[in-house]
């Protein structure tokens, strides 16, 4: 099967069986790192809803919310923000039965709706604001070897790739499908999309990687039991929101995004009421999120507006 196809049965079954975030799982998201990060994207989220004049309604979508831990920061630094919380329609995107779980328990102060699609955002007309941290990169990616697809094939015994040899290609069909979808949606409610995730604006090559309790597996072993991920290519998705009329802003460093947003402020707030331990603590996951070492760089955001 083409190596998308393979990504795809693979994603859905790991993803519909497990939790798989955090120290006892197989990797761990910047929400799980820091209260910080989902209180920055809120405040991102705030600052768009008064940038189109406080709509009364407006639909606040998360993409893949994980565990619900983003959105919960996010809701709970927004409750400052006077009308915020009675205007927005929370709706999340998630397809895992084992994860909605965990986001109905972390949100059961909320009103929440949940959906499979894209499509099913459609019929909701109000403004749209949308965050996804960590989501494209599970979509699924195409490879070729000198002009030929690549595919799995299960052959002596062992999943192998054909051809064999250095990927010259890799391209994300599904991902910039959705991508093109998500515009459309935008320009017809109007509104704004942060996309948070880890890639690259030139290069790529073969990104295709497989990740087990927070270590490089080989994709092509034990198959649904890893997290099999690819880079985002954030020139592709610049270029596909510029093609549909959607201002682009981006896509920036997540370390430089975040300090811009105000996180060092944050942190030394945070770090008033906190003990010796607690404010190390607080150094620490300052300079994993942002750190040009740790997700500073690496990760990358991009701003949709229309
Ligand atoms: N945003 C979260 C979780 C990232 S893990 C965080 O930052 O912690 C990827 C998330 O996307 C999970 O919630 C997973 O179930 C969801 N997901 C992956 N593929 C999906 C698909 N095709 N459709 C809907 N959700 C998907």
Redesign the pocket.
């Known amino acids: 099967m083409p190596l998308g196809r393979y990504m ?1 049965i693979c ?2 079954h790991y ?2 069986a497990r939790d ?2 955090g120290a006892a799982g197989d ?6 790192i820091s209260q910080m ?1 989902g209180e920055m994207i809120g405040t991102w989220c705030a600052d768009r809803w008064l940038q189109i004049g406080s709509p009364e309604e407006f639909t606040l979508l ?6 619900g ?2 959105m919960a920061d996010l809701l709970r630094i927004t409750k400052a923000i006077p009308g915020f919380h009675e205007a927005a329609r929370i709706v999340l ?4 039965p ?2 909605r779980e965990k ?1 109905r328990a972390a949100l059961r102060d909320h009103k929440v709706q949940w959906v ?2 894209l499509k099913d955002v459609e019929a909701l007309n109000a403004p749209l604001i949308v965050i ?4 494209l ?3 699924p990616v195409e490879q070729e070897v000198s002009g030929a697809q690549r595919v799995v094939k299960f052959e002596d015994g062992a999943l192998g790739y054909h051809p064999s040899g250095k990927v010259t290609k890799e391209y994300a069909p ?1 991902r910039e499908a959705w991508t093109v979808r998500l515009c459309n949606l935008l320009k017809d409610k109007r509104g704004a999309a942060l996309i ?1 995730d880890y890639g690259y604006e030139k290069g790529g090559g073969d990104t295709f990687q497989a990740v087990q309790k927070h270590e490089f597996v080989d994709p092509l072993t034990a198959p649904g039991t890893a ?1 099999l991920t690819a880079h985002v290519d954030f020139a592709a998705l610049r270029d596909i929101a510029k093609s549909v009329g959607i201002d682009v802003l981006g896509p920036a460093g997540q370390g430089r995004f975040l300090h811009d947003l105000g996180i060092g402020l944050r942190a030394a707030q945070l770090a008033k009421n906190a003990n010796t331990e607690q404010c190390q603590a607080l150094d620490a996951a300052l300079h994993r999120l942002c750190g040009h070492d740790q997700m500073g760089h690496l990760f990358k955001v991009v701003q949709f507006t229309a």
């Open positions: 795809e994603n859905a993803y519909a798989p975030l990797f761990t998201t910047a929400p799980e990060f998360e993409c893949g919310p994980g565990r831990t983003l995107l998630e397809t895992s084992v994860l986001q499979d699609d996804a941290n960590e989501f990169d599970a979509l599904v948070i997290d």
